[in-house]
């Protein structure tokens, strides 16, 4: 809340992704690719896009660097919608963040993509 008394969301009311008038859970996505052998957390984050408005961006936590992204959608594509694949892939050999109840900090990840990208201040 600000000083007008305007309050202000900083982060997602609920985490879902807009790629192109599609809805995607990120839950979804993540579920999907913790059965993939090797990966041990993944988190799914909204990658800006000018067309699109968003696409699928994916962080997995695999410390054996045994996957590529070729692997990872050719996983997604046999339960998941094309729409819903991940197009790109950040690799973590360290655990993914996480606040003091044990949830993924997906902010940071989003600030850690923005600024892979170039786009953060």
Known sequence: ?????????????????NR????????EVEN?????????EAAVVAK?????GERVHVFI????????????????????????VPESVSWCPTPLPRNPNGKVLKRVLREQLLKELGLAD
């Open 20 to 27: 192109g008038g599609y809805k995607i859970y990120s839950i």
């Open 48 to 52: 800006p896009c000018p067309v699109l």
């Open 1 to 17: 809340m600000d000083a007008q008394g305007f309050v202000r969301v900083f982060d997602r009311k609920k985490d879902m992704l």
């Open 61 to 84: 936590h695999a410390p054996v660097a045994s996957l590529s992204l070729s692997d990872v959608q050719a996983h997604c594509a046999k339960a998941l919608a094309d729409y819903k």
């Open 32 to 40: 999907h690719l913790m059965g993939l052998a090797g990966v041990l």
